[in-house]
């Protein structure tokens, strides 16, 4: 049975520790081949069900306490962009369905889903009507589907996170409420990051923070003048890329290494080169934890190896770390007694 009915639910486990959330359906998805780069629409949830169930059992056995519906960019506006609103139901509906059947299955909490729309104007009234409408229909199909959570993530407009607030309290859940923060720390609609949450907190938010665009090096310095700013629980998701104080955002990566990318720009199916390692992300989640972040993840580009690090950096052994590495009895780097010591000496050569 799912967390909501059967364990603690989702702010008691924040009350008693770490909770982690896997986050980069979009990415990894497209990586496999199920969903196409660019509009970035999650097609495969009906096309394809097999493989979003799949990664999301992968992302509870690596350890995320969390299943989140895969309905990023699975609302009105972006479905348009593509000619197939008619799907815009059953897509919902699907994604929450094989999300709440793996939370089930694993014990995990299950998490509806509200994004950033893309067509939100700070100065125009009618985009925020528009806003919330896409935001209503969106959850009220969740609704029915029991969530312990819900998660409204990547605002790059305060104003647009605070309809988020105003529309995910129908649900009556706790409410994760997260800001892509993008060159400049502050929204496009020009608030000041910290502020941004204190707003969002006063509007009702439980958890409030940052998540994708940036990587682990240049999300950290912006979490303790959250963790200052706010007395709720702080949510960090970065992107798994090596994002510097030059270059932010992984769209702000450029790779001189490489001459025949499009555009010259390796976001967002060129970044291999920048990828982090999945000691980088451990380190962040530690680093982060001791700031007091306690909800963490990883956002596009993670793959479950990242998010069973953050597990192991945060003190959990999930049902993947049967598989950690361990090179003692590799062939030529091992340190067992079994591992042929001609082969031993032979590793300076490799």
Partial sequence: MSANASGPGFMQRLAEGPVICAEGYLFELERRGFLQAGAFVPIVVLENPDAVRQLHVEFARAGSDI????????????????????????????????????????????????????????????????????????????????????????????????????ACKVLGVPMVVTMAVHAHPTSMDGVDLNETCRMLEGAGADVVGVNCIRGPDSMLPLLQGIRDAVSCPVAALPVPYRTTDAMPTFQSLRDPGCHCIPDDRPFPVALDPFTCNRYELA??????????????????????????????????????????????????????????????????LL
């Fill in 67 to 166: 299943i989140e519906a895969f309905t990023y960019y699975g609302h009105r506006e972006k479905l348009r962009l593509i000619g197939m609103e008619e799907v815009l139901e059953p897509l919902n509906r699907q994604a929450l369905q094989i999300a709440k059947d793996v939370a089930d299955e694993t014990g995990t909490l299950l998490a509806a889903n509200i994004c950033n729309t893309n067509i939100f104007e700070a100065d125009d009234p009618e985009t925020h009507a528009k806003v919330r409408a896409i935001f209503d229909e969106q959850l009220a199909w969740a609704a029915e589907f029991s969530p312990d959570l819900v998660i409204a993530e990547t605002f790059s407009f305060t104003g647009e996170a605070m309809i988020a607030v105003e």
């Fill in 283 to 348: 380190e962040f989640a530690k680093a982060a934890y001791a700031m007091g972040v306690n909800y963490l993840g990883v956002c596009c580009g993670a793959g479950p190896h990242h998010i069973r690090a953050v597990a192991e950096a945060l003190g959990r052994r999930p049902e993947a770390s049967r598989f950690s590495p361990d090179m003692s009895k590799h062939a030529f780097f091992g340190t067992d007694a079994a591992v042929p010591e001609g082969y031993k000496k032979r590793a300076s």
